[in-house]
């Protein structure tokens, strides 16, 4: 399944992969298509199996604080919006957080990992504990001994105990902060800003977490569940060559090979979030690597023989970016002379013996004539191997390129392509809008 992960009209940001058994599970908020404020009043588990990566199931609605249907609201106190929740397994029971905006947040607890989860408690506490009690962005770690961390906050780094006996009581004299560097002495790339997750990996503790730079995910690791939490790097960042925004998610290892999950932007806006993945590793010393974002999600590769999705791409440059305009149609919109739409990676194969290919491309026409680039691995000075002529209506245009082999990056570049007329009244006009494309040999 490349990237986004999900089916296409599904919107899971802040994700928090969990293996339980052999199914992977992904807890996330839930985003609206065309909303301006972020996350639902709802919370949606989807779930694999190991095995199976490409077919993801949808076990539904898991926790709300609104009713809709038969199911009354979870949260009698509140009726705000539920924001990045996490999911532990302790002792065969299930337990959910939930952050819940300008209220005491919620633990739920169900005998399967898919939910549904019925309340337990909000936060009980009769100790210190920062964040105005509100938890925010809360990610669990139970550890070896039993013992049970919640790590929180907003623009500060918070840690408390639960009691493992209820999972919901806040353990006296157990808070400290900073968990992790919030103040002004480090760098705001390093600095902490929200989304706490915690994991214990070959015997060192880990928090993933978002910096003061907001389209990356950083980590940092600790000798102890308590910290302090040093940082080592960053793992992605959703912005580089690509309308970015904040940045919330973790890692998880499936089948021996580890993973980060992460979220990225749709819709002109930085409140639709769709999720995806992308491939790491894990060196001997403990770091992660810095990865790129790809189109791949599970993939090794994509095929340019089948048909792609225009709004897979994992580099929009120059001011075009993915909409939805109903539940069975997204395109790349608000192409203009000089956009650029990247995907990474297509496998082109080693057998092809004949001169060249033909590449279809079906677009939504903008009313004015101009031409897409194709190139290759870079789309400033990478081979060129095509170039379509688009109309001004709607249609499929074709075009013929040059014979590839191998593995490349793809790219579109745009332009008015009309002789005669200077780019100076093109300047803003929106060209076209690309909903898929395919190679035929």
């Known amino acids: 399944m490349p990237n986004p992960i999900l089916p296409l009209w599904e919107y899971i940001p802040d994700g928090e992969p969990r293996v339980f058994g052999d199914r992977v599970y992904l807890y996330g908020s839930h985003d609206r298509a065309a909303s301006d404020v972020f996350c639902d009043f709802k919370l949606k588990v989807w779930s694999a199996s190991v095995d199976d990566l490409n077919n993801w199931t949808c076990h539904g609605d898991s926790f709300k604080t609104r009713s809709s249907?038969?199911?009354?609201?979870?949260?009698?106190?509140?009726?705000?919006?539920?924001f990045a929740p996490d999911v532990i397994e302790k002792d065969g029971k299930y337990y959910l957080y939930a952050y819940i905006?300008?209220?005491?947040?919620?633990?739920?607890?169900?005998?399967?990992?898919?939910?549904?989860?019925?309340l337990l408690s909000n936060y009980k506490y009769d100790t210190k504990v920062g964040d105005d009690g509100i938890f925010n962005d809360a990610g669990v770690l139970v550890d070896d001994d039993g013992k049970v961390y919640i790590y929180y906050g907003f623009t500060e780094s918070n840690m408390n105990e639960l009691d493992p006996a209820n999972m919901y009581e806040i353990k006296a004299g157990s808070y400290k902060r900073p968990v992790i560097d919030d103040t002004e002495n480090v760098p705001r790339e390093q600095r902490f800003f929200e989304a706490s997750s915690p994991r214990k990996i070959n015997g060192k503790y880990y928090m993933i977490y978002s910096p003061c730079v907001g389209s990356r995910l950083a980590y940092a690791t600790s000798d102890s569940p308590r910290?302090?939490?040093?940082?080592?790097?960053?793992?992605?960042?959703?912005?580089?060559?690509?309308?970015?925004?904040?940045?919330?998610?973790?890692?998880?290892?499936?089948?021996?090979?580890?993973?980060?999950?992460?979220?990225?932007?749709?819709?002109?806006?930085?409140?639709?979030?769709?999720?995806?993945?992308?491939?790491?590793?894990?060196?001997?010393?403990g770091t992660i690597p810095t990865v790129e974002m790809t189109s791949l999600g599970f993939e090794d590769s994509l095929d340019p023989y089948k048909l792609t999705p225009a709004e897979i791409a994992c580099v929009l440059k120059g001011g075009c970016f993915v909409t939805e305009k109903d539940i069975f149609t997204r395109t790349v919109t608000d192409i203009t002379d000089g956009c650029v739409i990247g995907y990474k990676y297509f496998d082109f194969g080693d057998d092809f013996t004949n001169d060249g290919m033909t590449i279809a491309m079906k677009v939504k026409g903008g009313g004015a004539?101009?031409?897409?680039?194709?190139?290759?691995?870079?789309?400033?000075?990478?081979?060129?191997?095509?170039?379509?002529?688009?109309?001004?209506?709607?249609?499929?245009?074709?075009?013929?390129?040059?014979?590839?082999?191998?593995?490349?990056?793809?790219?579109?570049?745009?332009?008015?392509?009309?002789?005669?007329?200077?780019?100076?009244?093109?300047?803003?006009?929106?060209?076209?809008?690309?909903?898929?494309?395919?190679?035929?040999?």
């Not at 249907?69 to 539920?82: A, I, N, Q, V, Y």
């Not at 001004?392 to 009309?418: M, N």
């Open 69 to 82: 249907g038969d199911r009354k609201p979870d949260t009698p106190w509140t009726d705000h919006e539920l």
């Open 101 to 118: 905006v300008g209220s005491k947040g919620a633990v739920g607890v169900s005998d399967r990992p898919e939910g549904p989860f019925e």
């Open 227 to 285: 910290g302090p939490f040093i940082y080592r790097g960053y793992i992605i960042d959703n912005g580089v060559d690509y309308p970015g925004g904040n940045n919330h998610g973790s890692v998880c290892c499936i089948k021996g090979q580890w993973y980060v999950f992460y979220h990225r932007m749709t819709n002109g806006t930085i409140m639709s979030r769709r999720a995806c993945v992308e491939k790491i590793e894990i060196l001997p010393d």
């Open 369 to 441: 004539k101009c031409r897409v680039r194709v190139l290759l691995d870079d789309p400033e000075n990478g081979e060129e191997i095509g170039s379509i002529q688009i109309g001004t209506g709607d249609g499929v245009y074709t075009a013929k390129t040059a014979k590839v082999i191998g593995r490349h990056a793809l790219y579109f570049v745009a332009e008015h392509g009309v002789e005669g007329w200077t780019a100076q009244y093109f300047e803003g006009r929106k060209l076209f809008e690309l909903e898929e494309f395919v190679f035929m040999k």
